[in-house]
Each structure stands twice: as structure tokens, then as C-alpha cells.
């Protein structure tokens, strides 16, 4: 059990299901000898953690790999250069207005 598992629980996640969905979940709740709760939370968890690496990690083929590093390892262009950036950063974010 990791350390955010053994994390104090005060926030409740409601769902609506159908009756059906909710047998489905229930009985695979039950083939996998969990209570109905930590099941849904498992596999909920299961799935954000899927989604969120799907956006951290990425593979490509050598070429792609070689453009990728070659984009990485360029000088550095001054911020001057680059208007649109330079606004863009100038600007204040939406938490700061």
C-alpha cells in the first residue's frame, strides 16, 4: 500500500449507473473479492493513471527520434525573436487576474 492509499478519505466521488451496470460492476466486484467501493476506486484509478501516461510517454520510430533530438539540441533563439511568445508570457494567466 503506497503512502497517497493510506491517505485519510474525506472526499466522495457519486456516480449515476443503470441497474444493469450496476450488477455488472457488482458482480465482477464479487469475482474479485472486493467490496463495491474499492473496486470501483481500483479501476477507476487504474484507468487515470492509463490516460495520464498516455500523455507523458510517447515512442517513435529512429528518424522521428532523430528529428525529435535534433529539435531538442538546437541553440536556443532569444526571447525577442519570438513575439508571439514573448506576449504570450507577458500576459497574466487567468489565476493571477
Partial sequence: MGAADKELKGDR???RVSRRQRQVIGEAAEAADKDLSAF???AALEQA???LAD???FALDETAWRRFTALLDRPVTPLASKPRLEELL???SALER
Fill in 55 to 57: 500523455r507523458r510517454f
Fill in 49 to 51: 493513471r492509463t490516460v
Fill in 90 to 92: 507577458q500576459t497574466p
Fill in 40 to 42: 470501483v476506486l481500483e
Fill in 13 to 15: 466521488l457519486y456516480v
